[in-house]
């Protein structure tokens, strides 16, 4: 019997529509893994079968009776929990927000529903996307399907562990600092933060407005190629979103599996690499290099000096934006309420009672550097490292098309290990928060597996503002040569879970 679960999502939009399979099987199919595997892994937070099996039955219905279809009609979806969802529970991974049911869509998972995708229900994250691990989610940490004893990533250890465990063959993302493609990276999956302004932001909860981006997770490059010309384009309820197409994602996804990358110029960060880098790691990176240019790319070394600064800078800018953002949770407006005698010290006892360690921590750190007589101080200097990024990526797409580095230093580490060590926490994400920094599109993709822990690895492709669709051309390519020795997506070689009866 066919295994549906383990298809790409290309694959099962094909057999939807030469009728080999029906969307309320390709969506039992993952219900039924869910409800086998899903107890150790803790990807999911709320399931929504009969809303997904209902939403798979119309579309059957409809393609039955002729109507034209999108192209991933039918085919299920995992949603990150920070999205907003209509009638389904929606928490960012906070106890403030339980039992919060939200009156209304995201124009995101409006998109998915338009698209005729059901949903299966929404994954978990660290509380408000503050994580590298998930295990600062308010409802317990999520696990690694390649080894149950290490993080998922984070924040989308959710998403990315469906993925990784065949529960989901697409899944929704958001990326601040990395929270899609440091995910993708350490379960063996493909994510991608698309050009800020892309995807819209409306109703995605916000951790800092000037970073957070929305973007696709899946197994395959053009599975997310596909997702993302689902989810992008303007949105005139977001005022930072771009008026202008989406970028021909599938198209340069196609174009790269043709493995020519003749005249493609690719840009190796030389501050990326060294010093805390895993040795595995950069061996499969120097590797993915050496069939980039087999495929006829030509590789040069760029330097962005201002890296060393990023991540200071950005844990400024974050906690910031961040701390104003989550001002609106103040027991009033949704979700918990711990009634004490004055408004004051409700909004103080629901505030204590809500929030996470590291919420607190950063609400702390972001009304600090706010303050009067330390903003131009920190807030101010933060800003000004902010622009010496962006040239430094300006100055290096002179001389490349894209950039690239591993997406993170090292294989997932242990849960537990960084969990009171906030700094170590925050390094895993070195790679990944210029982009966000910069505002421009990133993907991670699989290289392999490390020699010596037997872990995945992600290679990591940056591109110039509005230049997506170059992420999806080279990193269709790399795949290609990958999997070609692989004999299918890196997600095959996990170990087999165990399957609760
Ligand atoms: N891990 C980073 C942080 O903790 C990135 C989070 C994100 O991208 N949402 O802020």
Redesign the pocket.
Known sequence: MTDWTRRTAAEMAAALKAGEVTSVELTQAHLDRIAAVDGPIHAFLHLDPEGALATARKVDEDRAAGVELPALAGVPIAVKDVLVTEGLPTTAGSKILEGWIPPYDSTVSANLKAARMPILGKTNM?EF????STEHSGYGPTHNPWDLDRIPG??GGGSAAALASFEAPLAIG???????R?PASVTGTVGVKPTYGGVSRFGAIA?ASSLDQLGPCGRTVLDTALLHEVMGGHDPKDATSLDEPVPACVEAAMQGATKDLTGVKVGVIKELSGEGYQAGVEQRFEEALERLKAMGAEIVEVSCPSFEFALAA?YLI?PSEASSNLAKFDSVRFGLRVEKETVEKTMLATRAAGFGDEVKRRIILGTYALSAGYYDAYYGSAQKVRTLIQRDFAAAFESADVLVSPTTPTTPFKLGERLDDPLA??L??VATIPA?LAGIPGMSLPSGIAPEDGLPVGFQILAPAHEDARLYRVGAALEASLTEEWGGALTAQAPELEVAE
């Not at 996307?129 to 590298?132: E, K, L």
């Not at 958001?174 to 899609?180: E, V």
Request: glycine share 18%; charged share 15%.
């Open positions: 660290d996307a503050m994580g590298s984070g924040s958001s990326d601040t600092g990395g929270s899609i440091q951790l950005y974050l926490m925050y895993n994400d966000n």
